[in-house]
């Protein structure tokens, strides 16, 4: 066909745009690899400060599991909104707004004084989330040829995995010198920055012509996740009514979604995606493994500083090293995938993830320092590899067309999965915890029976990786 007879949107959407100098691609770069950096930041710099959170809005340690969960659940709920958006409003305007509403989230984050104030607070901050790194990444692909592609996501995506790694450190060292407040305050400044970079590097994408958007689907789609979360809380806390009576409505709304979204040409999930085999794989793998993998990172914080005594500040460098082998691995992923394949790798990773969250149930006041710090180091560089192995396998059998959806439907299932692991991780440690009577030496033994079923659910996850093709990824 010729070229000059496609339509605009088309041609945007296939080919990079031409007009950008070098400096205005470069200045596109540090714009989106900041909003990487400040969004992945945000997602592991509360976990060190949650016990100091807890004890300034007055709830229990485990109750700011809902501050963690509101954020993760935001994303999954509001991801497939964002390329619409962007399409029909431009790149520009919606990166804008992305940040405007991630920084005011973040404000209303520090100044909250009750676990609620702070929940609805998380929430805003997820949905200025949900639409950095996505039309961030579709900026990139519109402005670069597919030859400076592989650099450019590169040089943008590395300062989101510096994120992680200074995360925990940040966290402890504000909440113990400073004040857990400031962890939601660091991010004012660089919103300010965002903002004037966004007017000055951000360029204006959109759609010639535009798709409608499946808003009854939205609607349907996101009240299910919400109530289905919903009814987990209730569950952590041992109200098994209310459970049940928020739990079946949702699931029924996602039942009705699932069946309408079969019969409409453009639904905000595509769940016709799950009939190819390995994205489905993909999918499930990501649920599946999540559950039990999820919830770690949080409760062992818990362990750290209310069962052992740990400063904020310890506990975040003893975590440190998890962040820092997960960095480093990322560079040998896909070696590792190439040389062993995608059903190999996931099963015995999988086994291996299961077998070091058994553990951390060794974990106690006579575990030395440097022990810790070898079993998260190691944990973290497992976990770099599962993320990075199961979220590719998806993408294995996509067609081009599909590949958009199956991003958006991808990240959706990760932060609905991390929400999921993480309720479930405290309904585990709720209910052992209990059992005991000593505030220290419960949340120490909770916590080794938590990790006993998580590496167990973990272990058996790995089964769902035996229908992947063996020649896959070598």
Same mark, same amino acid.
């Given at each position: 066909?010729?070229?000059?007879?496609?339509?605009?949107?088309?041609? *945007?959407?296939?080919e990079?745009?031409?007009?950008?100098?070098?400096?205005?691609?470069?200045?596109?770069?540090?714009?989106?690899?900041?909003?990487?950096?400040?969004?992945?930041?945000?997602?592991? %710099?509360?976990?060190?400060?949650?016990?100091?959170?807890?004890?300034?809005?007055?709830?229990?340690?485990?109750?700011?599991?809902?501050?963690?969960?509101?954020?993760?659940?935001?994303? +999954?709920?509001?991801?497939?909104?964002?390329?619409?958006?962007?399409?029909?409003?431009?790149?520009?305007?919606?990166?804008a707004?992305?940040?405007?509403?991630f920084?005011?989230?973040?404000?209303?984050?520090? *100044?909250?004084?009750?676990?609620?104030?702070l929940v609805?607070?998380?929430?805003?901050?997820g949905? !200025?989330?949900? @639409?950095?790194?996505?039309?961030?990444?579709?900026?990139?692909?519109?402005?670069?040829?597919?030859?400076?592609?592989?650099?450019?996501?590169?040089?943008?995506?590395?300062?989101?995995?510096?994120?992680?790694?200074i995360?925990?450190?940040?966290?402890?060292?504000?909440?113990?010198?400073?004040?857990?407040?400031?962890?939601?305050?660091?991010?004012?400044? *660089?919103?300010?920055?965002?903002?004037?970079?966004?007017?000055?590097?951000?360029?204006?994408y959109?759609?010639?012509?535009?798709?409608?958007?499946?808003?009854? !689907?939205?609607?349907?789609?996101?009240?299910?996740i919400?109530?289905?979360?919903?009814?987990?809380?209730?569950?952590?806390?041992a109200?098994?009514?209310?459970?049940?009576?928020?739990?079946?409505? +949702? &699931?029924?709304?996602?039942?009705?979604?699932?069946?309408?979204?079969?019969?409409?040409?453009?639904?905000?999930?595509?769940?016709?995606?799950?009939? %190819?085999?390995?994205?489905?794989?993909g999918?499930?793998?990501?649920?599946?493994?999540?559950l039990?993998?999820?919830g770690?990172?949080?409760?062992?914080?818990?362990?750290?500083q209310?069962?052992?005594?740990?400063?904020?500040? @310890?506990?975040?460098l &003893?975590?440190?090293?998890?962040?820092?082998?997960?960095?480093?691995?990322?560079?040998?992923?896909?070696?590792i995938?190439?040389?062993?394949?995608?059903?190999?790798?996931?099963?015995?990773?999988? %086994?291996?993830?299961?077998?070091?969250?058994?553990?951390?149930?060794?974990?106690?006041a006579?575990?030395?320092?440097?022990?810790?710090?070898?079993?998260?180091?190691?944990?973290?560089?497992i976990?770099? %590899?599962?993320?990075?192995?199961?979220n590719?396998? !998806?993408?294995?059998?996509?067609?081009?067309?599909?590949?958009?959806?199956?991003a958006?439907m991808?990240?959706?299932?990760?932060y609905?999965?991390?929400s999921?692991?993480v309720a479930?991780?405290?309904l585990?440690m709720?209910?052992?915890?209990?059992?005991?009577r000593?505030?220290?030496?419960?949340?120490?033994?909770?916590?080794?029976?938590?990790m006993?079923?998580?590496?167990?659910?973990?272990?058996l996850?790995?089964?769902?990786?035996?229908?992947?093709?063996?020649?896959?990824?070598?």
């Amino acid at each position: 066909m010729d070229p000059s007879r496609t339509p605009p949107a088309a041609r *945007l959407a296939d080919e990079h745009d031409a007009t950008l100098s070098a400096s205005a691609k470069r200045r596109l770069l540090w714009l989106i690899a900041s909003a990487f950096f400040m969004q992945m930041l945000d997602s592991t %710099i509360v976990n060190t400060a949650a016990p100091s959170m807890a004890s300034a809005l007055d709830v229990t340690p485990l109750s700011i599991k809902n501050a963690l969960i509101s954020y993760t659940l935001s994303l +999954a709920v509001f991801i497939p909104l964002s390329a619409w958006l962007a399409d029909r409003f431009g790149t520009r305007r919606v990166f804008a707004t992305a940040v405007t509403i991630f920084s005011v989230g973040s404000l209303a984050c520090g *100044l909250a004084t009750t676990l609620p104030m702070l929940v609805v607070a998380r929430i805003v901050q997820g949905f !200025g989330g949900a @639409m950095l790194i996505p039309v961030g990444r579709l900026a990139i692909l519109r402005s670069f040829s597919k030859a400076e592609m592989v650099g450019a996501l590169a040089f943008a995506t590395i300062p989101g995995l510096i994120g992680p790694t200074i995360g925990p450190f940040l966290g402890g060292a504000l909440s113990t010198y400073l004040s857990w407040r400031m962890i939601f305050f660091v991010n004012l400044p *660089l919103g300010i920055a965002g903002l004037w970079m966004t007017q000055h590097a951000m360029p204006d994408y959109r759609a010639m012509v535009h798709t409608p958007f499946d808003v009854a !689907g939205f609607l349907l789609l996101g009240t299910g996740i919400g109530a289905l979360s919903w009814a987990l809380e209730q569950a952590s806390d041992a109200r098994y009514a209310p459970m049940l009576a928020i739990g079946l409505p +949702a &699931l029924a709304l996602l039942v009705i979604y699932a069946r309408r979204s079969l019969r409409i040409a453009h639904p905000v999930v595509d769940l016709r995606l799950l009939r %190819i085999e390995s994205f489905r794989i993909g999918i499930n793998g990501n649920l599946s493994t999540r559950l039990g993998m999820s919830g770690v990172y949080f409760l062992l914080t818990l362990l750290l500083q209310v069962g052992l005594g740990y400063s904020p500040l @310890m506990a975040g460098l &003893l975590q440190t090293p998890q962040a820092v082998s997960m960095f480093a691995t990322r560079f040998f992923v896909a070696w590792i995938i190439r040389y062993f394949g995608f059903r190999r790798v996931l099963i015995v990773n999988t %086994i291996l993830a299961g077998i070091m969250i058994l553990s951390f149930a060794m974990i106690d006041a006579h575990t030395p320092i440097w022990c810790v710090c070898a079993q998260v180091f190691v944990y973290g560089a497992i976990m770099s %590899i599962q993320y990075a192995a199961v979220n590719t396998l !998806g993408f294995v059998d996509l067609t081009a067309d599909q590949a958009s959806m199956g991003a958006s439907m991808t990240s959706t299932a990760q932060y609905l999965s991390i929400s999921i692991g993480v309720a479930f991780g405290t309904l585990l440690m709720g209910a052992f915890l209990h059992l005991g009577r000593d505030e220290g030496a419960a949340y120490i033994n909770a916590f080794h029976a938590t990790m006993l079923v998580l590496g167990a659910v973990t272990i058996l996850s790995a089964f769902v990786f035996h229908r992947v093709p063996r020649a896959a990824g070598t």
